[in-house]
């Protein structure tokens, strides 16, 4: 196995790679846990839900950290995803809005156990700053600009109603925030270099009627329902 040289590794990888990524590392915890030390490509391919040649091709933007006749390190493998994914690292994130959602994303553990530490939570309604969600007090939105300047704040995360995202995103990008992940269901404006991952709830459930009417209707056409 080798690592990377420098050339290698500022090189670009395609953003279907990186979405992948966090897959393949959570699939090289599951086999971590169950005792597994090495794993073929065809193993970590099923335990990911892909082929064996698309794991293949994403791993080669990587660099070469298999072994031929052997495999892959089950550990070095996950270290190098993870290092190149930034979870290796103590990434401060602010959330704004502590409704529901937010209350739940302030105590959704996944946030910690890959890197990520709620430094703040922030919300406009007054009623709200006397909360404490899993360890963090409920500040004012207006205290947003010092807050990322004293805890050099990169990501942001937007738990409002739609029409607030838009300003709130406004306030993140002019206090320095580079990354916002938008539970939202708007579609944000922001300018370039300022990177937003939108997960619209509502949406996927849509997409996911849709294949249930469709399965529906095959079977259906398949298996008339008799005439009385």
């Known amino acids: 196995m080798s690592a990377r040289t420098p050339t290698e590794s500022a090189r670009e ?12 590392l959570r699939a090289l ?18 335990a990911a839900g892909v082929t064996s040649a698309k794991l293949r091709k994403d791993l080669s933007h990587l660099g070469s950290y298999g072994t031929r006749g ?3 390190d089950v550990a070095y493998l996950s ?18 809005g502590i409704g529901n959602l937010g209350h ?22 007054p009623r709200r ?12 939105f207006k205290d947003l600009e010092r807050i990322v300047r004293d805890n050099h704040v990169a990501i942001g995360v937007i738990a409002t109603p739609a029409l607030a995202a838009q300003d ?10 580079t990354s916002i992940l938008n539970f939202a269901s708007s579609v944000l404006t922001v300018p370039p270099g300022v990177d937003v991952r939108t ?30």
């Open 13 to 24: 990888i395609p953003e279907a790679t990186v979405a992948r990524l966090p897959v393949y």
């Open 104 to 125: 739940a994303l302030a105590n959704y553990s996944g946030f910690r156990n890959r890197g990520f530490r709620v430094v703040a939570l922030l919300d406009d309604d």
């Open 199 to 228: 997960v619209d709830l509502s949406l996927e459930l849509q997409i996911l009627g849709y294949h249930v009417q469709r399965k529906s209707q095959q079977d259906l056409a398949t298996h008339p329902e008799p005439v009385a």
């Open 79 to 96: 270290y190098q995803i993870a290092r190149e994914i930034g979870t290796t690292q103590d990434w401060p994130v602010v959330i704004v």
């Open 129 to 140: 700053h006397a909360e404490r969600v899993a360890g963090v007090d409920v500040r004012p």
């Open 168 to 177: 709130v995103a406004d306030r993140m990008v002019a206090a320095g925030i």
């Open 29 to 46: 915890t599951t086999l971590a846990e169950s005792g597994t030390a090495t794993c073929s490509s065809q193993e970590l391919a099923a």
């Open 70 to 72: 052997v495999g892959y």
